[in-house]
């Protein structure tokens, strides 16, 4: 898809980035996306956030180069501005294709890039939603009371700390 003349995440956000929630991926491997207009306010919002620490850190000389990443797997947008991705700890089943711990543990929506200037939401792993329609905050980001990944034994990679090493 070509970038639009105008972003349609909001003012201030770049529009050379297009965002699309990524709903599921069928059984033959396709990535089946919703459209950025049907996500929850609070997704949206979520998004926003995040591309507003992104323009920050590149006014003030702190994002990466190049200015995106190179591989979709690498690490999600928050972990790859940040330069962590030493620090990424994606699901045990499906790696890269749901919601990362530290974006979980930081009620935020994991966006991971997915080629030719988009990115992809990517859903929680199915354990960990709080909603069933991806239209709803709950597939995006969970909604619930428990606050960390650990409530989800063997959902994610455990942190090095956390094994010990
Ligand atoms: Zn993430």
Redesign the pocket.
């Known amino acids: 898809m070509l970038p639009t003349p105008q972003s349609s995440v909001g003012p201030g956000v770049p529009i050379e980035f297009t965002f699309a929630p990524l709903i599921e991926i069928s059984a033959e491997g396709a990535y089946v996306f919703g459209k950025i207009n049907d996500v929850s306010s609070n997704v949206l919002h979520s998004v926003q956030q995040q591309l507003r620490v992104l323009e920050q850190r590149k006014h003030d000389g702190k994002a990466p180069c190049p200015p995106i990443p190179n591989t979709r797997a690498k ?5 790859w501005m940040h330069k962590a991705t030493g620090r ?1 700890r994606w699901t045990l089943d499906a790696p890269s294709k749901y ?6 543990n930081a009620r ?1 929506a ?3 890039y997915f080629g030719e200037m988009k990115w992809m939401i ?1 859903p929680l792993p199915p354990a960990a939603r709080t909603d069933e329609s991806w239209e709803d905050a709950g597939y995006y980001v969970h909604q619930g009371i428990k606050e960390s990944d650990k409530y989800f034994p063997g959902t994610w990679e455990q942190s090095r700390r956390a094994m010990g090493s």
């Open positions: 690490g999600c947008l928050w972990v990424h919601t990362c711990a530290t974006c979980f935020r994991c966006l991971l990517l």
